[in-house]
């Protein structure tokens, strides 16, 4: 007989939208079930090793309460327990690793601390139970309802069965939507269902995003070399048709402008932090490959506290798109071969990589697994950008968001609106053989609509299962929308256990959707956007 753990709400994946969901209902006094298949809390943010992605106006606007404390709360982590130096330290928007991508690149350690921070009254409380690592592998329902989720444990394969009246999907994935039998959509749909304009005319399930496995590295002197990969030699010479080179070189196509690009690559320039721009609105950053994602510069450290600067791998040269790992018979298979990928890109650095100095290869490349916890020195988990995704009341679709479509209209106002975000449909190549798909975006809002499956009463997606499309999804995949929409999914659930009521009759209520924003609005969820401007 399994062991059964219940509570009023089961939050199943502890990625952002997994912490945010289970803050949300634990700050009501709910008692939370949350589950995670990996080491560590936070998923993009942290197992992942993806340092966050946001956009321009961030320190000022355009992100719920929540999601700035734990953007302060890192901050904070490091000013407390880093030897910073004196100009770092009261630099307000301190940047730890001054990259490019983000006013706040920082090691995801920082970010595994301040979410088990934010997380750990409710432990002591005993209104929160966490359960690491396990993950779901089937599911029972009665009609329209979840009754239980059973979860096994990763190592050992204990099996623990879970209920409660609602049931959130916080996976990378969306797992629960196959085991639950609730209806999803994967890929790429066709123009004539969504009328996007740059969806293809018929449908294609299996396309879908390259996922990444990333990795950090530092350099130092030495020979720091690690063994060839086994398929070291295929991953060498392999050359999609549309990249310009082979995938193992500085060159690739410009995700804007589709142009073949040359990046550079100089470990530890000895740049200041502070010259370092930090806008996606100005520029996508990823010139220069060692700054682009970088999580520590070692300028904002005192003297000798780094060694070396710590660069984050998160480039185009370690996209897999050789085949997708959802509703695929292999997929084990294909993550391992993403990690051979990112192994072999790291061989590539290493051994062959041209210098400026006209000589090959950077031996003094340390892999730093110490920073991304992976046992095999990678991160824990793969970067996967593309999940299955809810039938909603609503999708969310390209003419909703996209620049050359709204103009100075900006995007779709939703009445139903729970939240905001911005990014651009960022889509990287795809299983189908498709080049990057980059388009400019409005700031948008987040429809309820988006989270309420067609079907299913007691299911809510918290992470990016809403319902998007294949194209939408590129600008709603980031970190802070995945937060905004797992607050919300959580408020929802204690929203309707409070009124009784199901999470479609507050949409579809007017009464009842105006009591519920006006709830999201006073726990600091911005619902509309001051006047600006996408890009």
């Given at each position: 007989m399994l062991d059964h753990v219940s509570g009023d709400v089961v939050v199943v994946g502890g990625g952002l939208g997994g912490v945010a969901a289970a803050l949300a209902l634990l700050r009501a006094g709910r008692r939370v079930v949350l589950t995670?298949?990996?080491?560590?809390l936070g998923g993009q943010l942290t197992s992942q090793a993806v340092p966050p992605d946001e956009h321009s106006w961030v320190e000022r606007f355009g992100v719920t309460a929540s999601y700035r404390a734990l953007r302060d709360g890192i901050r904070d982590h490091y000013r407390r327990n880093y030897p910073l130096t004196p100009r770092a330290r009261a630099w307000r928007e301190l940047n730890p690793g001054a990259g490019n991508v983000s006013r706040l690149c920082h090691e995801p350690r920082v970010a595994v601390a301040v979410i088990d921070e934010m997380l750990a009254p409710f432990r002591g409380s005993g209104l929160l139970t966490v359960l690491q690592p396990y993950r779901p592998v089937a599911a029972r329902s009665d009609g329209d309802r979840i009754t239980s989720v059973t979860v096994e444990h990763r190592d050992s394969g204990e099996r623990i069965e879970l209920s409660a009246p609602y049931v959130l999907d916080a996976t990378e994935t969306g797992e629960l939507l196959p085991l639950s039998g609730t209806e999803y959509v994967t890929g790429f749909e066709s123009t004539l269902d969504t009328g996007e304009p740059s969806a293809p005319e018929v449908a294609q399930p299996a396309n879908m995003q390259a996922m990444s496995v990333c990795f950090a590295i530092d350099h130092i002197d030495g020979d720091h070399t690690i063994d060839k990969p086994a398929r070291y030699d295929f991953w060498r010479t392999y050359q999609p048709s549309y990249w310009g080179d082979r995938m193992l070189s500085f060159r690739s196509?410009?995700?804007?402008?589709?142009?073949?690009a040359e990046r550079t690559f100089t470990p530890n320039p000895d740049d200041d932090p502070f010259s370092v721009v930090s806008d996606q609105r100005l520029s996508a950053g990823d010139g220069n490959l060692w700054t682009f994602r970088r999580i520590a510069a070692r300028r904002n450290f005192v003297e000798g506290a780094y060694a070396s600067d710590i660069c984050l791998v998160n480039w185009p040269m370690i996209d897999y798109f050789e085949s997708p790992v959802i509703d695929v018979p292999d997929a084990e298979a294909?993550?391992?071969?993403?990690?051979?990928?990112?192994r072999s890109v790291l061989y590539w650095l290493q051994t062959e990589a041209p210098r400026q100095d006209g000589g090959t290869g950077f031996p003094g490349l340390r892999l730093r697994g110490d920073v991304t916890g992976g046992a095999d020195g990678l991160a824990q988990a793969p970067y996967i950008r593309e999940s299955r995704r809810i039938r909603a009341e609503?999708?969310?679709?390209e003419q909703d968001l996209s620049l050359a479509v709204r103009g100075d209209k900006g995007a779709v106002e939703h009445e139903d609106a729970v939240g905001v975000g911005m990014y651009r449909i960022d889509l990287h190549p795809s299983t189908g053989g498709d080049n990057y798909l980059d388009v400019a975006s409005c700031p948008f809002e987040i429809p309820l609509g988006a989270l309420i499956p067609q079907r299913v009463e007691n299911l809510l997606p918290a992470g990016k299962n809403i319902g998007t499309t294949h194209i939408t999804n590129g600008s709603h995949r980031l970190h802070p929308v995945e937060w905004n929409i797992g607050e919300v999914a959580g408020a929802l659930a204690d929203f309707c256990l409070a009124h009784r009521v199901t999470p479609r009759a507050v949409r579809n209520t007017p009464g009842l959707l105006a009591e519920f924003q006006?709830?999201?609005d006073r726990d600091g969820v911005e619902l509309r956007?001051?006047?600006?401007?996408?890009?």
């Open positions: 995670e298949e990996f080491d560590w196509p410009d995700p804007r402008t589709l142009s073949i294909h993550f391992a071969a993403a990690r051979e990928l990112s609503y999708t969310i679709v006006h709830r999201l956007w001051p006047d600006v401007s996408g890009y």
